[in-house]
């Protein structure tokens, strides 16, 4: 699989917008924080999912009254809040 660098480009993004806060270039940043911050949020999702998407897309769930969990009775990790 070929490296995609994404991760790392949104690093220098957020990189080149602390900058531009520091400089006190605020009118170029009210224009780049949007899709700045758009690019850098979904690389960093994508790299989460990526390495979550074969497990979310394959499991079997059952809903219990203590959480969600596999078919196979093992816990997931998520819990309902106790109210």
């Known amino acids: 699989m070929a490296k995609t660098w994404k991760r790392e480009v949104a690093f220098l993004i957020l990189v080149y917008l602390g900058w531009l806060g520091y400089v006190d270039k605020l009118e170029i940043l009210k224009i780049m924080i949007w899709p700045g ?3 850098v949020g979904a690389a960093f999702s994508m790299a989460w999912a990526g390495g979550q998407g074969e497990k979310i897309l394959t ?8 959480g969600v969990q596999q078919s196979s009775g093992e816990s997931v990790g998520f819990q309902r809040p106790s109210v």
């Open 59 to 66: 499991a079997k769930y059952t809903v219990s009254a203590d």
């Open 37 to 39: 911050m758009l690019f």
